[in-house]
């Protein structure tokens, strides 16, 4: 079946920039998203790629795709104290009514 | 500008014991969605309704049943309440087949006794 691996934990330091990792298996997906859960709240969209591009850059993110090895990523520039979330990798195969394929999240540690 | 509504925020239940939770999106969505949120395990997808009228299983729906009440609102409810179901549980509704983005509520924090 689908799956979408993260790891869980990410540490980086403040003005650092922070770059999430994941790989999903489903060859069909055709959009895949970032979402970003903060303490206590749902989960909000931070940015999405469809699976003809390689790279989309929305101020200080930047997501890659890599297609062949089904691999995408997420690059936080300059990373602040209000970054530190919960980073979701999620994939969809499109058109579907079956809801996104979530990752476990990868929890983003800022250290000052 | 609400979005997606979920009522209760936070329940304490017995085990036995039945309740429901209420999802509502003021998005003119379609498709509307129940998740749960467990430590370690991500969002699991318990049921789903594609449209007004239709439900469908997800990836984990057993003690759970739905209903789609309309095109607004989208319920879930425990029967008879277990442990295991002590979660963090989410409404979700999608802008569009065509972007796939799902929009949620706040969460409904869950514990079973």
């Known amino acids: 079946g689908e799956d979408v691996e993260q790891s869980l934990f990410l540490s980086v330091r403040e003005g650092d920039s922070s770059v999430i990792n994941c790989t999903y298996t489903?060859?069909?997906?055709?959009?895949l998203y970032w979402y970003k859960q903060e303490p206590g709240a749902g989960l909000q969209l931070l940015t999405y790629i469809f699976s003809n591009m390689d790279m989309k850059q929305d101020q200080r993110l930047t997501v890659l795709l890599n297609k062949k090895d089904k691999h995408l990523s997420l690059r936080i520039a300059d990373t602040q104290t209000g970054d530190s979330a919960i980073y979701f990798c999620a994939e969809s195969s499109g058109g579907g009514a079956d809801g996104l394929t979530f990752g476990k999240g990868t929890h983003l540690i800022i250290q000052p | 500008n609400a979005g997606v509504t979920q009522t209760p925020k936070f329940q304490v239940l017995k085990t036995g014991q039945s309740m429901t939770l209420q999802c509502a999106q003021d998005?003119?969505?379609?498709?509307m969605y129940w998740y749960r949120q467990d430590p370690g395990m991500g969002l699991r997808l318990i049921y789903y309704?594609?449209?007004?009228?239709?439900?469908d299983k997800g990836e984990v729906p057993n003690g759970y049943n739905v209903s789609r009440l309309n095109k607004r609102e989208f319920s879930l409810r425990l029967e008879s309440a277990a442990p295991s179901q002590t979660s963090v549980y989410f409404c979700?509704?999608?802008?569009?087949?065509?972007?796939?983005?799902?929009?949620f509520g706040e969460g409904s924090r869950l514990t079973v006794l």
């Open positions: 309704s594609a449209s007004e009228g239709t439900t």
């Open positions: 979700a509704s999608r802008r569009s087949t065509l972007t796939g983005e799902l929009f």
């Open positions: 489903d060859s069909s997906s055709t959009y």
């Open positions: 998005m003119n969505h379609n498709s």
